[in-house]
């Protein structure tokens, strides 16, 4: 994150309130009045790579950051909780999918920044494959606050640029590579 950017969240100290904040590195943020210290250190995400013989599962986001740009059903990792129960607990929010643990393949992970309200958030991706021969997309369930539609799209016709984070197109490149 950019200092200008951590300045402009944090213009005074959120334990005493005094405007001595001080912002050292690109996440440390010290306030001078009282001893505050707190690091805006990087968030944790995860993303199912859901492949059958049809193609990848993606989806189209309903919401920013992103709106209307296809992504890969996953997201934030909550406080006590392990990667796993995130991506499981994303899949039945998001496309009412279960996503069987033993069947979770880690492939890798790749930095990432996500923009939301105006703040800038480091997050690190964590991704996991899903092989299965078919999968029938009528039979999910998408969440319409955060989905518009799901589609089974061949490795070889997918558009990075249509792609909505940068960790997600580094990965399916990854994947039509490897796979």
């Given at each position: 994150m950019q200092i200008d950017e951590l300045q402009a969240v944090f213009r005074c100290c959120p334990c005493c309130g005094a405007e001595q904040v001080v912002i050292s590195g690109d996440?440390?943020?010290?306030?001078?009045?009282?001893?505050?210290?707190?690091?805006?250190n990087v968030a944790t995400a995860v993303g199912a790579l859901i492949l059958t013989r049809e193609g990848l599962l993606l989806l189209e986001r309903a919401k920013d950051p992103a709106r209307g740009k296809l992504a890969l059903p996953g997201g934030f990792v909550d406080p006590g909780e392990s990667l796993e129960e995130a991506l499981s607990r994303e899949c039945m929010e998001e496309i009412g999918w279960k996503a069987e643990l033993h069947r979770m393949e880690y492939l890798c992970s790749f930095p990432n920044t996500y923009r939301y309200k105006d703040i800038l958030y480091h997050t690190c991706d964590m991704f996991f494959l899903f092989r299965q021969d078919s999968l029938d997309i009528t039979m999910l369930y998408s969440d319409p606050t955060e989905v518009t539609s799901l589609s089974l799209i061949p490795l070889e016709k997918l558009q990075l640029e249509d792609l909505a984070f940068e960790s997600t197109r580094k990965v399916i490149e990854l994947l039509i590579k490897t796979y």
């Open positions: 996440h440390r943020i010290y306030c001078s009045a009282c001893g505050f210290e707190y690091f805006h």
